[in-house]
């Protein structure tokens, strides 16, 4: 399941509804900059680091490519016995790679040393943590279950990153006993979740069990395929979940993609499909359209039909969710963006592959009818207004996909199928 838009897509509720019917779900990539609400027997959950299938206690992985902050884990894993389900029931790949204390100071300040030019990141360090990574100074959560192991990296990478801190960032260094001390404290509250996730899912997929690999973030974040530099810093598609979780590509039998009925974004960057006007705020009070981790104002939009085709070819999505469907009930009439109109006056239906192209992109609007009532009473898709069924089958006929899954409201019932 991949978020199809710039994320915030309603992952949360579908995730949950799935995992109910899933033996293994698994985070593959990101960290706890993601931000899953779930609203379950009249409980609201709200996850940053753990898979959402914790919440209907499914067994839950986090793979070799996300990235851990062990406070947030620890947080979590008391939030679940609290609420009466196994910690247990949570493994954690010794191969993630932790967010140590450095990577948030990081993220903060080269955040305000780009002023203007901001990504608006979450500012957890998730970036930094994956630039260590690649830089191969990173410090990963097999290391915490070794107190020699980890003094040495911590020693390592803090030769460099104090550096860093006090002539670049004019930050204050960090003190090596500090952090081991620290990190090293939270071995004893890890060690029991580690375990070796890639054969724990090649192992359940041999036996027949059902496996859900939960993306964070979404399509049009990803690194290598997203709004770039407006992006996070792994890969949410499709293919960064087996990467993620290490299994082979041809174990991934089905990609749902989760899209809103409309758009949001938080964050900087272009966005074609942008209200302008006072719809736009009436459209973020009615959808709750502020951040799960930041509280920030979501910007928002009309859906964009663009993005979306592109969704789907770079997950190779075979079914979609359309989430918040209920939102758009107190609008009369419903633009969706069809195509882009380039700046030569050209009009086209693909993403644009040029960044320029992209930010100079207008939308070209098709109006559809509003159905103005609410969609409270419905129990099937047949008993929604018949415009409300015209939208959801306008958007599977133009992305050639079909759509499975119909959000009508905040609770996890609340999804027709
Ligand atoms: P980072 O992931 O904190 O580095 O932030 C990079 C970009 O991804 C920023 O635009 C964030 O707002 C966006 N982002 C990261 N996580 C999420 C999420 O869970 N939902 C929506 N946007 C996100
Ligand atoms: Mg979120």
């Not at 191969?95 to 608006?120: C, F, Y």
């Not at 980890?150 to 803090?158: D, M, W």
């Not at 209920?326 to 592959?353: I, K, M, N, Q, W």
């Amino acid at each position: 399941m991949v978020g199809a838009q710039w994320g915030d897509e309603g992952k949360g509720k579908i995730v949950d509804l799935l995992a109910q019917k899933s033996d293994v779900v698994c985070r593959y990539q990101g960290g706890p900059n993601a931000g899953h609400t779930i609203v379950a027997d009249g409980e609201t959950w709200k996850l940053r680091q753990m898979p959402s299938g914790v919440v209907s206690g499914t067994r839950s992985v986090i793979g070799a490519g996300c990235v851990v902050d062990p406070q947030v884990f620890v947080d979590e894993l008391d939030l679940l016995a609290e609420r009466g389900v196994d910690p247990s029931i949570v493994v954690l790949s010794g191969n993630a790679h932790l967010i140590m204390p450095w990577h948030v100071t990081i993220d903060q300040a080269s955040e305000r040393r780009l002023g203007k030019l901001q990504i608006g990141t979450t500012r957890r360090g998730i970036g930094p943590a994956y630039a260590d990574k690649a830089s191969r100074i990173g410090i990963r959560v097999q290391d915490v279950l070794d107190p020699k192991i980890l003094r040495e990296k911590i020693e390592v990478a803090l030769a460099e990153k104090n550096l860093w801190l006090e002539r670049i960032y004019e930050a204050e260094p960090f003190d090596l006993e500090d952090v081991w001390a620290r990190y090293a404290g939270y071995a004893e509250r890890i060690a029991p979740s580690v375990g070796d996730v890639s054969l724990l899912v090649d192992q359940a997929l041999r036996a027949g069990e059902r496996v859900l690999f939960e993306g964070a973030q979404a399509t049009m974040l990803d690194l290598d395929h997203g709004t770039y530099p407006f992006v996070t810093s792994s890969n949410p598609i499709a293919s960064g979940a087996p990467t993620g979780i290490g299994i082979g590509p041809t174990r991934i039998d089905r990609v749902l993609g989760v899209s809103k009925a409309y758009v949001t974004r938080v964050g900087e960057g272009p966005f074609p499909s942008e209200i302008s006007g006072p719809q736009q705020a009436e459209l973020r009070e009615l959808g709750g359209e502020f951040g799960t981790v930041t509280g920030r104002e979501r910007r928002c939009g009309w859906l964009d039909l663009v993005a979306l085709r592109y969704a789907v070819r770079v997950n190779g999505i075979t079914s979609l969710a359309l989430t918040k469907l209920d939102v758009l009930s107190a609008f009369a009439e419903l633009p969706v963006c069809v195509r882009y109109r380039l700046r030569d006056g050209s009009e086209t239906e693909h993403f644009p592959a040029h960044q320029s192209d992209f930010h100079h992109a207008e939308p070209v609007w098709e109006t559809l009818p509003g159905w103005a009532q609410p969609l409270d009473e419905a129990a099937s898709l047949d008993d929604l207004p018949a415009s409300a069924r015209d939208y959801v089958a306008f958007v599977a006929s133009a992305l050639g996909v079909p759509i499975e899954l119909v959000g009508v409201g905040a609770s996890r019932d609340r999804v027709l199928v």
